[in-house]
């Protein structure tokens, strides 16, 4: 629909409406993990916004444009983008602008792992929001604001913000928002000793990610339900989730992400076992994906979980030195494992 759009506004030369239409396929691209076509994107709006004078050009490179750059982990381009949009938008005036830039802000810190700094940006702008008359629970401030100060041990203001996150989040109906919030109502419970209904949590926010494609938050809830496992000290348990959110992450290209993922790996020590040949379950899960299966046709089709799918994949990556799909047949038939068979024909077998 938006490229259709766009092919309507650069007929009629209508570079206003078709700037809006680049901010909007940005939003698009990065909800469905195409990070680095989100960027290219990005650039071009930002680039047309400016010869165009946009009035709002600032607002979406400080809220969009950054966003994207900090989730791919180009710490230092997002940082510049997002204080040139706030700088833009506080000179308009633009009040919801300006608390979505620091958002993006004070997410960047949290994925830096500067929890202190993250909750300098973020304590305070749910509250902001909704006194601005912005309630809307897919903003990603009211999730990096309620994780961030349960790092911060601000449980009792971490609870305040859950609740309306997820009141609102049910109102809407939002699969993304009500993913989010159960994820962090897992690490407020694990905060406060309440193990089984932190993992109850994780578990509910990763079957609603089941039914949606935001694949991002399906490392984040993966990456959480890692930590809280070697915390409980489950540390087989703990490893499949951190390398599953590993996987994710990597194929994302979610740097900062990525090295969260590695860093709790490495804190739980040990080799996994089983070495370096893939089992029969993680052959067959690979020959799929390689044939072009996605992990729901591949879970349908041998019968198991999509979040095992991932597991096992997560597994032939790591085995076979790879980071993601791509490549995965040639490494296959490098490794010995029977070539993939094509879509159509794995259809007929």
Sequence with gaps: MFTAMEGETLARGDEQTRTHILWYQCILEWLGGNWHVAL????????????????????????????IETDLGLAEQARASAEEGLAETRALGNDVFVLLSLGVLGRLELALGNVQAAGEYLSDLPARLLSSGLSDPTQTIWADAIETLIALGEVEQARGYLDTYE?????????????????????????????????????????????????FERGRTLLSLGVVRRQAMQKKAAREALEQALAVFEELDARLWADKARQELARIGGRRAGGDE???????????AAAGRSNKEIAAELF???????????????????????????RLATAGVAAPKSVDEAGQS
Excluded at 205 to 212: A, G, M, N
Excluded at 278 to 288: D, P, Y
Excluded at 311 to 326: E, F, M, N, Q, T
């Design 40 to 67: 290219e994107l990005a650039n071009e709006g930002c680039a047309l916004g400016e010869q165009m004078v946009f009035a709002n050009n600032g607002g979406w490179k400080g809220r969009v444009k950054a966003l």
């Design 167 to 215: 009141q609102n989040s049910r109102r809407v109906e939002s699969g993304w928002a009500l993913a989010c919030a159960a994820r962090c109502r897992g690490l407020l419970a694990a905060a406060e000793g309440n193990v089984e209904p932190a993992f109850e949590a994780f578990e509910a926010s990763l079957l609603e990610l089941d039914r949606t494609p935001y694949v």
């Design 278 to 288: 893939l089992t029969e379950s993680e052959s067959r899960v690979a020959e799929l």
């Design 304 to 330: 198991m979980g999509v979040s095992t799918v991932e597991a096992h994949l997560s597994h032939v990556y790591r085995k076979l030195g790879i980071r993601s799909r791509a490549g995965l047949g040639g």
